[in-house]
């Protein structure tokens, strides 16, 4: 199946780059390209790709409220890119509904991996603002508990803790002493009851709700 892709960038160069890069695999296909987040959702809404690839600063719309209707409004996973890895906005688009976050100077091979991981469903973030990223951002934000933490059962926030701590599947499976196809059942029913749209989402809600604290 070929995964449908639109890039938004306000930059020709860097848009038709990366536009390139994804368009020469086998399994990729670009449908569109748009200069700022109006010319995005428009593409978005014509197109219906998989996934969206958005700068996070544009003129007009910027990435972070167009990826708020993106996710808001349809099916396409959105994957951000910056400049910068200290970007003050970046968890305010991850909590847009954002999937992933990159670097602009993120490698070939790196971003065909990313649009892969993203648009099979799971969440991505750069390995370098991973952890500290989301540290510094809930840190300074009041605690709160999310709609449907209640809900969770105790096996279900035992792997949602472990989720905020990065591990895969794989690896909450050897942690909970259990199967990894349970462990599929436990993260689904993490996310319905959160109502989040992937790991990104649930890894906020650990946050927030002091269920994981920073640099713990």
Do not use: W
Not at 70 to 82: F, I, P, S
Not at 156 to 172: D, M
């Amino acid at each position: 199946m070929t995964i449908d892709v639109v890039v938004a960038d306000d930059q020709e160069l860097v848009r038709s780059g990366f536009a390139l890069i994804l368009d020469t695999q086998p399994d990729i296909s670009v449908v569109a390209e748009a200069g700022d987040g109006f010319a995005a959702i428009e593409a978005v809404r014509a197109h219906r790709p998989q996934v969206l690839l958005l700068d996070i600063r544009m003129p007009g719309m910027d990435g972070i409220e167009a990826a708020r209707v993106v996710c808001g409004q349809t099916d396409t996973r959105v994957l951000m890119l910056t400049t910068f890895d200290q970007d003050d906005y970046v968890y305010d688009a991850l909590c847009a509904g954002a999937s992933g976050f990159l670097l602009k100077d993120v490698r070939r091979d790196d971003l065909v991996r990313a649009v892969q991981v993203v648009a099979a469903g799971e969440s991505l973030l750069a390995p370098s603002v991973t952890r500290r990223l989301i540290d510094d951002m809930v840190a300074r934000l009041p605690r709160k508990r999310p709609a449907g933490l209640d809900l969770l059962t105790g096996r279900e926030q035992e792997t949602l803790v472990l989720l905020g701590r990065g591990l895969s599947n794989a690896e909450i499976a050897v942690a909970l002493v259990v199967s990894e196809h349970t462990v599929k059942t436990h993260v689904s029913n993490v996310f319905a009851k959160l109502g989040a749209r992937d790991r990104v989402q649930a890894v906020i809600a650990a946050y927030e709700s002091g269920l994981i604290r920073p640099g713990n």
